[in-house]
């Protein structure tokens, strides 16, 4: 969006990504401005964005999705556009695995429970990830003022062969990982 002469300010809570972020600013020459917040409480004033943008961010990892969404539409104007890239739904029904084993469904759809890891070492929650249907997500959106205009739901890439997690060429090929869903803004 800056190469294209347009305005973007990066947001993450993660001191650690900050620093990511301004070693690529290096790297491209191409400075983003970017600040450390929440998405439960982001750090703007109301209506001061065209348009918000999150690629696998905070969304999956909020646990009260709705305050989430609710900073969005606070800080869009009037017709702006939210577009998000999320794990796709589907994905929790199937174990972490990128062979055959990891074809089989061994869980319900709806079964929300997060999915939560923890350190061995400490006993402490090291990562959580929230499940939602995909009928959760049209319903929050909706409560906020979203209309939805775009759900893409893309297909693996042929003669992509990389292993991720429990993803592969064997499960890609047969249910999508990825949810990308556009809305605008009342």
Do not use: K
């Not at 983003?32 to 999956?60: K, N």
């Amino acid at each position: 969006m800056r190469a294209q002469g347009g305005r973007g300010i990066g947001l993450d809570l993660s001191h650690r990504q900050l620093q990511h972020s301004r070693r690529l600013d290096e790297v491209t020459g191409l400075a983003v401005p970017s600040v450390r917040g929440t998405a439960t409480a982001l750090p703007f004033r109301d209506a001061s964005f065209d348009a918000v943008f999150s690629s696998f961010g905070a969304l999956q990892f909020v646990a009260d999705l709705d305050d989430a969404v609710a900073e969005v539409a606070r800080v869009l104007r009037p017709g702006g556009r939210f577009a998000f890239s999320i794990t796709h739904p589907t994905r929790w029904m199937f174990p972490d695995d990128p062979g055959d084993e990891g074809l089989v469904a061994s869980q319900s759809y709806w079964d929300r429970r997060p999915y939560v890891e923890v350190d061995e070492a400490s006993g402490a929650v090291s990562y959580v990830e929230h499940h939602r249907t995909l009928g959760d997500w049209v319903a929050v959106l909706a409560a906020h003022g979203f209309r939805l205009t775009t759900l893409l739901e893309p297909e693996w890439p042929e003669g992509h062969e990389r292993v991720w997690g429990g993803w592969s060429a064997v499960r890609g090929r047969l249910t999508p990982g990825t949810a990308v869903i556009g809305c605008d803004l009342g």
